[in-house]
């Protein structure tokens, strides 16, 4: 799935939020094989405990991450609280 994202990325403009350092390394490598570089938004858990990654040193470790990524831009953060 994500060699298809990564091959989209060359045809279009695409984006895509995380929440686990692992993510990254795979989107990284990824984006790499296919020399495409895609944006990536850090997933903020909002208090609803369904998705993201705790506020504070979690969502900046994951911010640094992506940003030394060479083949991944930091996007921003992306938040939803389905029941709000």
Do not use: M, N, W
């Not at 495409?36 to 911010?63: F, N």
């Amino acid at each position: 799935k994500l060699a298809r994202l990564a091959a989209l990325q060359r045809i279009s403009r695409v984006a895509v939020c995380v929440d686990d350092a692992a993510q990254v390394s795979a989107l990284e490598a990824a984006a790499e094989a296919v020399g495409a570089r895609i944006t990536v938004l850090v997933e903020l858990d909002c208090g609803a405990s369904r998705c993201g990654v705790e506020p504070g040193p979690p969502v900046v470790a994951l911010a640094r991450q992506i940003a030394a990524s060479p083949h991944l831009i930091f996007g921003g953060l992306q938040s939803y609280h389905g029941s709000a």
